[in-house]
């Protein structure tokens, strides 16, 4: 299947790069900027990414340009295009002030191929701190700002263009037209990647790949999960074992509700509640990451006591998708938070690991979702953290609590499905994840009817993110927040107050633990 190349250099936007070439439906692989795979016949082009580094710092990525150049169409954005004009004769220097934010192009050559169907003026997003002052011999630039003189280039007969601005980001507004005119129009990309085509050919390798073998799979109620469940099921029916463990922090009715759904759907699943033995070992636990090993610990041998039972089993399937793999170029190394649970199966066991959406990103994972006729209410659920409500209790954890929280969290996100926007969207599906957390730690006084309280406050937490690496917290209007806070108030006996969460990431995470 044909592909385009991004090669990661470190920026933050090089996630998205890939989304957009996807939207072309075309398939592309982010990778390392120094793991080029050399002889794959499938690649179609090459797209080199921005960076945190000056082309000038001692530690900057470089790599050697003549592996690719001539052999495939090459597009450097930002640091991409900076890096080809330096090695191959140009100036880069600090720009006199750092160029951020929205340009116009003010001169475009239209008949640039990169630049088909462009309009003079078009909106661009620059973030860089140097610009390119002279560009190498038998290059012509090709476009240009009011303070950017050398906006995007190409070599004199060959395939090969920079462009300093973002094409990839929301403010460039013909951005994913130059990207078009990249992939399809310079590369070729026929644009056989869709949800239906991605179903069929995934559906047919899985039947080559498991033959006549059975598979067990853990649902944790997330679409990642659920749709490789059916993905698999599509495939080789009821093979596929599914175990779905309440660890007793989930919202409220979770597990019933969704067990109901999986069983609409025809998956062979198993439900275990072993919420008793979770709470038992979280008794009297404060710390985040201690919660976290205890969970993931319990979760391990719970679901393994599980897998032993389906007899013959052969293949561990997990809904493992393509931002999980990235091999990004973490540049700082620093570990915020333990997330992800999967960890060690008993060896004796030998199943094999079965990765169907290794490949999607989250929104391709919801459109490969619906098109496999899954119900909107699943596909469109919000990301929800492995350990659950434990992470959104401060302090330690009780049954009481987890049903004050299950409470006010339930009150908050039916609410927000309720909440309908002029634009007919709502609240609920304009934000990237919402939830409630009960500040247990804390006390305050309030009065209701004569009587004072003394009972802990709830935070609201929404944001607004692609990703969720970086986030925003969600302008929610206030006659809704102030509803809510109302309903909980009144409903939710154990809380006197309610605050929200007006804190985006970086600095703060997106939970509270
Ligand atoms: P943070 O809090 O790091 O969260 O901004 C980013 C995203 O990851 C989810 N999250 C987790 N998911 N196990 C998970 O499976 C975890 O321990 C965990 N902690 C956070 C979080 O809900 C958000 O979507």
Redesign the pocket.
Known sequence: MQKIIILDFGSQTTQLIGRRVRELDTFCEILPYNKFPQDDPDVIGVILSGSPFSVYDPEAFKIDLAAIRGRYPILGICYGAQFMSHTLGGRVEPAPSREYGRQHLDTIDLHNPLFQGFEPGSQVWMSHGDTITSLPAGFHCIASTATVQNAAYQAEGEQLWGVQFHPEVFHTTQGTLLLRNFVVGICGSTQGWSPASFVDTTVHELQQQLGDDKVILGLSGGVDSSVAAMLISRAIGNRLTCIFVDHGMLRKNEFRDVLHDYECLGLNVIGVDASERFYADLAGVTDPEQK?KIIGRDFIEVFNAEARKVEGARWLAQGTIYPDRIESLNITGKV??????VGGLPKDMQLQLCEPLKWLFKDEVRRVGRQLGMPEHLISRH?????GLA?RILGDITPERIRILQEADDIYIRALRQYVCDDGETLYNKVW?AGAILLATVRSVGVMGDERTYEHPVALRAVTSTD?MT?DWAHLPYDFLANVSNDIINHVRGVNRVCYDISS?PPA???WE
């Open positions: 976290r915020i938070k333990s997330h992800h649970n990301p929800f953290p492995g350990p992470v994840q969720a986030a990431k995470t997106i939970e």
